[in-house]
């Protein structure tokens, strides 16, 4: 039973360019959530997809979009990169969005923003 | 405003002693309390989870507890091992309508040899 996945591991971009991040979920879930770890920090909450769409939001710019595909994996898309969104971008999958139910977390996307 | 806020900020001990970590929330309503480990550089995992009606949960040497009334919750973790080494995440849901879930910002812990 494969966990959350996440591509690619390590990624470096160049201010102004344009980034996409890939999670799947742990088999049986169908809600994905993602999350940015500054370096010593916890994770901010991004925003979370259920059924395809956009559920939830946090404090972030529209910069910052998302997808779910019908398989309930999800991409995660950064425009215009700035140097503040060097971070490690977190995935969790969940069941029915409800936090109750378990967050398993994936091993993380680094992107470095030079 | 919704916060949850963790000490000590990072804390250092001899393998084989015990320590609490601290978590401190204004979330609310309150739905729930997660403590994650998190290796660096690794995605967190769960160790507990507790409802509003748990006062205390465990996970083999990690016990975690939670004072709704004080709003308080601490993760007190057992004869540590140096793979103890990591962050520790406290994390409080609250059912605001939607779900909105916040994050500590987490205590470092370093186990010695």
């Known amino acids: 039973d494969a966990g959350v996945t996440q591509s690619p591991t390590h990624l470096i971009k160049t201010r102004g360019q344009q980034v996409t991040l890939r999670c799947s979920p742990k088999s049986g879930h169908d809600t994905v959530s993602w999350y940015q770890q500054a370096l010593g920090q916890g994770p901010q909450f991004i925003f979370q997809y259920y059924e395809e769409e956009e559920r939830q939001r946090g404090n972030f710019p529209d910069r910052f979009s998302g997808h779910q595909f019908p398989n309930y994996s999800s991409e995660l898309n950064v425009n215009a990169l700035l140097l503040g969104d060097s971070a490690l971008y977190l995935c969790a999958s969940s069941f029915r969005g409800i936090p109750l139910y378990e967050q398993y977390f994936g091993p993380g996307t680094r992107l470095t923003v030079t | 405003k919704n916060q949850v806020e963790q000490s000590p900020q990072s804390l250092i001990i001899l393998e084989g002693k015990n320590c609490t970590l601290q978590?401190?929330?204004?979330?609310?309503?309150?739905?729930?309390l997660r403590w994650y480990k998190q290796d660096t550089g690794r995605g967190p995992v769960s160790l507990t989870i507790?409802?509003?009606?748990?006062n205390t949960k465990s996970n083999g040497r990690y016990t975690a507890t939670l004072d709704a009334d004080t709003k308080q919750s601490s993760l007190h973790i057992t004869a540590s091992q140096l793979s103890d080494s990591a962050s520790y995440i406290c994390v409080v849901s609250a059912n605001t309508g939607g779900f909105k879930t916040i994050f500590g910002a987490g205590t470092r812990l370093f186990v010695k040899a």
């Open positions: 978590c401190n929330y204004t979330v609310s309503p309150f739905s729930n």
């Open positions: 507790m409802t509003f009606s748990e």
